[in-house]
């Protein structure tokens, strides 16, 4: 019978930890949903990047976008805020060794100065704030940036494809 209440509450632990670390995702950006697969080639299409290049995927949940760049001949980095998924996404692209590294951390707080090319999948509540982050940046050249569904407000589309579109970032005079 004992052996039953544990299990009980190990479950029950696991359930509710599972819950506040999901939910609290959503206090610093958009929560955890896939980027279809028929999604991954338009995005990649759009930021025109060459193998060898550096693309950043902010919020890389399960790490497919990271995947298809890695297949590309692109080095992938990733960074997600919830560790379960964070930890699914750096376990699924071991195979690809050193062009793929995930972070399991807050973007935010990110130095991607070494992007060559961005892919975000945000929602609109934070749009404006990634807007800013990426205007504190201190790029070197001109960086194209795909945002998966939502726009980046304030900024001109500079392309679309499907339910992608492509701004690009200009370094400050």
């Keep these: 019978m004992a052996v039953l209440y544990a ?4 479950v029950w632990a696991l359930g509710i930890l599972l ?3 999901y939910g609290a995702v959503l206090l610093f950006g958009a929560p955890y949903f896939p980027t279809l697969k028929k999604s991954l080639k338009p ?5 025109e990047l060459k193998p060898g290049q550096v693309v950043y ?19 992938a980095i990733g960074y997600e805020l919830n560790p379960f998924v964070a930890f699914y996404a750096w376990a699924t692209t071991r195979r690809y ?6 972070h399991c951390g807050n973007f935010w707080h990110a130095d991607i100065t070494q992007a060559d090319g961005v892919f975000i999948f945000l929602i609109t509540r934070y749009m404006t704030q990634f807007d800013k982050f990426m205007l504190a940046q201190n790029f070197k050249k001109p960086l194209p940036v795909v945002s998966h569904a939502f726009k980046i407000p304030q900024r001109q589309i500079i392309k679309k494809s499907g339910a992608m579109f492509l701004y690009i970032y200009r370094p400050l005079a």
């Design 43 to 47: 995005a990649l299409d759009l930021l």
């Design 19 to 21: 819950v506040l670390v």
């Design 57 to 75: 995927d902010l919020g890389c949940g399960d790490g497919r976008f990271l995947k298809a760049a890695a297949k590309a001949g692109l080095t």
């Design 97 to 102: 060794g050193r062009r793929v590294q995930v």
């Design 7 to 10: 299990i009980f509450w190990t």
